[in-house]
């Protein structure tokens, strides 16, 4: 399988510090997959997503992107990713379509025309194709001030996609978005994801951002501390557990213990459902009237805040 990001053994040290901000981490991305980089604030996402975007230089290591040294190939490497960043870099003096259109002048993708009628017909057709992708088409000739955050961001989606990058870096892409713009934002992102056969490259505080990423890593202080598939994560550090109740708790207490549970609490009470127990075989035995019942599936969060809670007290 092609690797659209290879990470070898990647340090960063900043000047006048004595621990490094990244230290030796390995990692890669396959081409067309969605990566989500996750962990708290100053553990090293900026910096490792500084580098991987030629913004900032490496201690050391070997870091590619496309098949290219970040490097030693830093104009090959940009020509082959987008980003969009935390924090957003319109120009809220022009229009949506101006701003596009300065963009991919600087980019080299089309020369600039002063007016949208000048430019040339691939120049219209890709817009047109990026702004319905994303559900702004009827926008795009409109000022940048009038529209909402959710807006915005799509915008800056459809510049960074404008010269069909291999790679599309978010950092934060969500940040102060209210919860029904940013599923919007993530509605299209998988839809570019799937019409463009892009490599997606996350970092977000939002966990649930990250529940449908094909590999995440979650860095700490520094280091990868955890890594694989989401429900991988979620299944090996976080249990699976039945939720019930009932009026009657001495009853539902001893028929439990007469299916050799144990159940914690003192109600409701919760049933680890470890070493193979199925809940609906736990379900169907009990007898006494419940009044609450719950199968309470771990979260790629409870996963997160374990994993970070278990480091921050080994430091």
Same mark, same amino acid.
């Given at each position: 399988m092609t690797e659209a990001v290879r990470v070898r053994n990647l340090v960063k040290r900043y000047k006048k510090t004595k621990i490094n901000a990244v230290n030796d981490i390995s990692f890669s991305v396959a081409e067309g997959a969605f990566f989500a980089l996750l962990g708290p604030n100053g553990a090293g996402k900026t910096t490792t997503i500084s580098i991987l975007t030629t913004t900032l230089t490496k201690t050391s290591g070997v870091v590619e992107i496309a098949g290219f040294d970040a490097e030693?190939?830093?104009?090959?490497?940009? +020509?082959?990713?987008?980003?969009?960043?935390?924090t957003p870099s319109l120009d809220k003096n022009l229009t949506?379509?101006?701003?596009?259109?300065?963009?991919?002048?600087?980019?080299?993708?089309?020369p600039f025309r002063?007016?949208?009628?000048?430019?040339?017909?691939?120049?219209?057709? +890709?817009?047109?194709?990026l702004a319905e992708l994303l559900g702004i088409r009827e926008n795009i000739f409109q000022?940048?001030?009038?529209?909402?955050?959710?807006?915005?961001?799509?915008?800056?989606?459809?510049?960074?996609?404008?010269?069909?990058?291999r790679?599309?870096?978010?950092? *934060?892409?969500?940040?102060?978005?209210?919860?029904?713009?940013?599923?919007?934002?993530w509605n299209y992102l998988q839809e570019v994801r799937k019409e463009e056969r892009t490599t997606i490259f996350l970092t977000t505080h939002y966990l649930e951002e990250a529940e449908d990423a094909d590999n995440i890593c979650i860095i700490n202080r520094g280091k990868i501390v955890a890594s694989g598939?989401?429900?991988n994560i979620r299944k090996t550090l976080v249990n699976t557990y039945l939720q019930m109740d009932a009026k009657d708790r001495h009853k539902l207490v001893t028929e439990l213990a007469r299916l050799k549970l144990q159940p914690e609490g003192n109600g409701p009470f919760r049933i680890l459902l470890q070493n193979g127990i199925h809940p609906q075989k736990i379900i169907r035995s009990i007898r006494t009237p419940l009044t609450l019942l719950n199968i309470h599936l771990p979260t790629?969060? *409870?996963?997160?805040?374990?994993i970070i809670g278990e480091h921050h007290a080994d430091a």
């Open positions: 030693r190939a830093a104009g090959e490497v940009r +020509r082959r990713i987008g980003v969009i960043f935390q949506a379509e101006e701003n596009i259109r300065f963009h991919a002048a600087l980019y080299g993708l089309f002063p007016i949208y009628a000048l430019m040339p017909k691939t120049y219209k057709t +890709r817009v047109a194709s000022p940048i001030h009038t529209f909402s955050g959710g807006m915005k961001r799509k915008l800056e989606i459809i510049r960074g996609l404008m010269h069909r990058p790679v599309l870096f978010l950092d *934060e892409p969500t940040t102060g978005l209210d919860p029904i713009s940013r599923k919007g934002v598939t989401p429900e790629l969060e *409870e996963a997160y805040i374990e």
